[in-house]
């Protein structure tokens, strides 16, 4: 009777135990059936967003879409208008690309003269400063011409009265002559300034007359000394109205025949234009 009564407790035991292991393994297995449902969740998740992303994205796409088939269709259209009207107006263009071509033609002449016209002045002013020799004398280049200053003190005796030019004034303006010899197509306007303050002996007027006289007399001696042709050279009188201090200079502007230049460029564009 107790050797039927331990088999049976044994057996309870080994039956209980079995049924605890298999509770424990089932345990387990619905542990990671919730761990494989939180992650499924949870991609389930990321999957719901991404798909609202891409709803979003090719909502926007579509738009994108409509927008360039639109612009497209704009972008066609002008064009067929502007084909359109490039047929219509292709004289037009091509007479204008003509015209366009003879003013590069024009400008590019009128470049290449003015480069010579500048080198001409350079050259002018060169010579004149080689020439010239008295160091009371000043050469400067102000815009188109070339201005040469000789002291009235160094020109004539008496520079509040006398007009008439001194031998020391008539050995500058030989400088000045082989410059005018050596160039016949140079031009000049010799400019007088005088602010004499008294004219008691009468000889002139005023100071208009004073500088008047003594331009004039610069000119005589250009002619009648070194041989000077006259009309190239104009003698006008400034007074004291163009002087800056109480020295006075009396001004030589040369001109380097510009006119002959203009009239170069303008018979050029005549015969060529």
Do not use: C
């Amino acid at each position: 009777m107790k050797k039927v009564t331990f088999f049976t407790i044994t057996f309870s035991l080994i039956g209980m135990i079995a049924i605890a292991q298999k509770k424990k393994d089932l345990l387990l297995k619905i542990e990671m059936l919730k761990s494989e449902l939180n992650e499924m969740q949870e991609n389930l998740a990321v999957s719901q967003r991404n798909e609202k992303v891409n709803e979003a994205k090719l909502l926007t796409l579509k738009e994108q879409n409509s927008q360039l088939k639109e612009t497209n269709a704009s972008f066609l259209k002008n064009i067929t208008l502007l084909t359109e009207a490039s047929k219509k107006k292709s004289e037009n263009v091509s007479n204008t690309l003509q015209s366009l071509k003879e003013k590069e033609n024009q400008i590019k002449y009128i470049g290449e003269a003015l480069a010579q016209r500048d080198s001409l002045k350079l050259i002018t002013l060169t010579q004149l400063k080689k020439e010239l020799i008295n160091s009371s004398i000043s050469v400067k280049l102000n815009n188109e011409t070339i201005t040469l200053s000789i002291p009235n003190t160094l020109l004539f005796e008496n520079t509040d009265k006398n007009f008439e030019v001194n031998e020391n004034g008539k050995k500058a303006l030989e400088q000045l002559s082989k410059l005018m010899n050596n160039n016949p197509e140079i031009k000049i306007t010799v400019q007088g300034n005088s602010n004499a303050i008294k004219f008691e002996d009468k000889t002139s007027i005023d100071n208009w007359d004073l500088s008047s006289r003594q331009a004039a007399s610069v000119v005589r001696v250009l002619q009648n000394q070194y041989s000077i042709d006259p009309k190239r050279m104009n003698a006008m009188g400034k007074s004291e109205y163009a002087t800056t201090g109480v020295d006075t200079v009396t001004r030589i502007i040369i001109d380097p025949n510009y006119s002959a230049f203009y009239t170069l460029v303008s018979e050029y564009m005549k015969n060529k234009f």
